[in-house]
């Protein structure tokens, strides 16, 4: 079984910057690509970016791409999302996924067969 366990969200102003960090348990393996994702309340969760093990290859949606940058340590078995600039558009519970079936990194969550429990980022004016 694989764990996920995010943190770092909090509340921040306008133009601040947040770290979250993913930690990552049990069988890491096989790993294909391991993503961000957030969602508001009553919303589809939105891809945010992601990073692929093969080549270390990262991406990020339009929405935040400039802004957010994924990062990992291996040795930690954890990922990273750094965001800077953030807007208020950003505020959303932050979850972090896995998935072991497809190259790349998928931008469909229900690619994704493994989720933490998110953190919550509030961005305020």
């Known amino acids: 079984q694989v764990q996920l366990v995010e943190s770092g969200g909090g509340l921040v102003q306008a133009g601040g910057s947040l770290r979250l960090s993913c930690a990552v348990s049990?069988?890491?393996?096989?790993?294909?690509?391991m993503a961000w994702f957030r969602q508001a309340p009553e919303k589809e969760r939105e891809f945010v970016g992601g990073?692929?093990?093969?080549?270390?290859?990262?991406r990020s949606a339009n929405s935040v791409e400039g802004r957010f940058t994924i990062s990992r340590d291996n040795a930690k078995n954890t990922v990273y999302l750094q965001m800077n600039s953030l807007k208020p558009e950003d505020t959303a519970v932050y979850y972090c996924?896995?998935?072991?079936?497809?190259?790349?990194?998928?931008?469909?969550?229900?690619?994704?067969?493994?989720w933490g429990q998110g953190t919550q980022v509030t961005v305020s004016s």
């Open positions: 049990g069988d890491t393996f096989s790993i294909y690509a």
């Open positions: 990073i692929a093990w093969p080549g270390d290859i990262t």
């Open positions: 996924a896995l998935q072991r079936a497809y190259a790349g990194i998928p931008s469909r969550s229900d690619l994704y067969n493994y």
